[in-house]
């Protein structure tokens, strides 16, 4: 039975996982077409003599990209710093001092 207990609660971690990830996907895709949309509106309203690449074309991308740098460490660094079975050991160390 407990075996049973144990494989949910894996599926239940690697469900939420699966949602971080897609989570960061979708922010990395949106953040690309959206920029990409920003620049080429940009290049077609821009007069002959402007200047192209000025701070409020550069603004946008660049502190967005913090925040999506961000993101992508919120969800694949803990994995990698802290390993694999982390979460897990520190679950059983936990409950091993509640009884």
Same mark, same amino acid.
Request: aromatic content about 4%.
């Given at each position: *039975? !407990? +075996?049973?207990?144990?494989?949910? *609660?894996r599926y %239940? !971690? #690697? !469900? =939420?996982r699966v949602k971080k990830i897609k989570g960061f996907y979708i922010h990395a895709i949106v953040y690309f077409f959206v +920029?990409?949309?920003?620049i080429a509106? =940009? #290049?077609?309203? %821009?007069?002959?003599?402007e200047i192209f690449w000025d701070w409020? &074309? $550069?603004? &946008?991308?660049l502190i967005w990209g913090?925040?999506? #740098?961000?993101? #992508? &460490?919120s $969800?694949? &660094?803990?994995t990698f710093i802290l390993g694999k079975n982390w979460e897990e050991k520190k679950?059983? !160390?936990?409950m091993g001092k509640d009884k």
């Open positions: *039975m !407990e +075996n049973k207990r144990e494989q949910d *609660m %239940r !971690e #690697a !469900e =939420k +920029n990409i949309f920003i509106s =940009k #290049a077609i309203d %821009r007069d002959p003599g409020d &074309l $550069v603004s &946008l991308p913090i925040g999506l #740098a961000a993101h #992508a &460490l $969800v694949f &660094l803990p679950i059983r !160390e936990l």
